[in-house]
């Protein structure tokens, strides 16, 4: 769970700006994104297969 504390001096829009780097930080929009849909475990290695040979192939164009 994500916490921000109010200090004093702190507006409303430093409140939102320090929690949104906060929820950035601890990468939870993605793990969100990850956990949307059920993806079964073959489905899951599979995928990380193919993401692999994606970065390995474009990594050797440099």
Known sequence: MILVKKMPGDT??????????????????????????????SLARKQKKEEAR?????YGTY
Do not use: C, H, N
Not at 14 to 36: C, M, Y
Not at 54 to 58: H, I, P, Q, V
């Open 12 to 41: 409303d829009e430093t409140l939102i700006r320090k929690f949104s780097r906060k929820v950035i930080d601890a990468g939870i929009i993605p793990e969100a994104k990850r956990r949307q849909f059920y993806l079964k475990p």
């Open 54 to 58: 994606r970065a390995k192939r474009s």
